[in-house]
């Protein structure tokens, strides 16, 4: 049986593209799958699919000043070459046909210890922009997919696929989410999400306003691990973590999210209406990028971190929508599954 590595962490949005395509792999039962990764979020969502996982160590860049940031970037050389060391010796045990690499600092390491073995190596893009690892990673593959047309012209070896989704997304109705959440068949419903991790300054705008919002609507709400506060409020759910999102994205009216490209083009996959609200602060500036791309288009709103004391009215302003809404309904994403899977067997078949 041939066999697939699929690296990428560090953030939900560099795991679950890896997940769409490994339930597909899994499915079919053409390959076995493997994983490599840190003890990080990347472990945590592939726990449930029992398929090997290879941990291993590995540095991260700490963007932003300060001293403490500097002392730890320093660092990096030589814990990437601790990190590519464990990561040759992971490969030279499972001995992998092909490596897929979701991008992010866990992948960089595994890339190149990938190509000093000649095992060959495919990517994936996300956002708008190119990451710092699939930039330095993007030479070691035979192509770099992107889910962006725009992005594959901007990376060595680049080649647009679109964006690889969970099928799970798909998996409900909005009157089977809505019956399986308990919430009323008529009610105005908003999803509110930060990323994997959750998201401190959406939780406190959230939460700063929910009396008022749980007033006209009915509120879902994805906190992120340990960020779960008790609350009487009726119309008014909360999660640590979903794993069915499919259910939650069917259920909402509008969906007020961060912009990491997974949950965007999932969202304008579902042709769902939604406020994004893009992460600042310790960041090359991807979501705000993101978020534009699609706000130009006319398929999103966007809502800035420093005006989140105007969360009411922006949600209200992008609920009433009417044409936001007519052009996601006309609006086509190309999923990134079919490409990358095909030339994932096309190397399986030369191998």
Known sequence: ???????????????????????????????DVCYMGTDGIEKQILSEWKIPYYQIE??????????????????????????????????ETIRPDVVFSKGGYVSLPVVFAARKLKIPCLAHESDLSVGLANKLAAGKCKYVFTSFPETAKTVRNGKYSGAPLRKTVFSSTRLQARKKLSIPSDATVLLV?????????????????????TESYFVLHVCGKGNLRQSTLENYRQ????????SVYAA??????????GAVFEIMALKKPSLLIPLEGQTRGDQAENAEYFRKRGLCHV?????????????????????????????????????????????????
Do not use: W, Y
């Open 1 to 31: 049986m041939k066999k697939i590595l699929f690296t990428g962490g560090g953030s939900a949005g560099h795991v679950l593209p890896n997940v769409a395509l490994i339930e597909e792999i899994l499915s079919t039962g053409e390959a």
């Open 58 to 91: 590995c540095p991260k860049l700490i963007r932003g000043g300060g001293f403490q940031s500097i002392l730890q970037n320093v660092k990096i050389p030589a814990a990437f070459s601790r990190a590519k060391k464990q990561a040759l010796q992971g490969l």
């Open 193 to 213: 999400f930060g990323g994997g991790s959750g998201s401190a300054a959406i939780n406190d705008a959230l939460r700063n306003v929910l009396k008022t919002l």
């Open 239 to 246: 999660f640590e973590f979903i794993s069915d999102m499919g």
């Open 252 to 261: 909402a009216d509008l969906v007020i999210s961060r912009a990491g490209a």
């Open 303 to 351: 809502l800035k971190q420093t005006d989140l004391n105007n969360l009411v009215d922006a949600i209200q302003a992008a609920l009433h929508d009417k044409e936001m809404k007519e052009r996601l309904l006309s609006s086509s994403f190309t999923q990134g599954n079919r490409v990358i899977l095909d030339e994932i067997r096309s190397i399986l078949k030369a191998r």
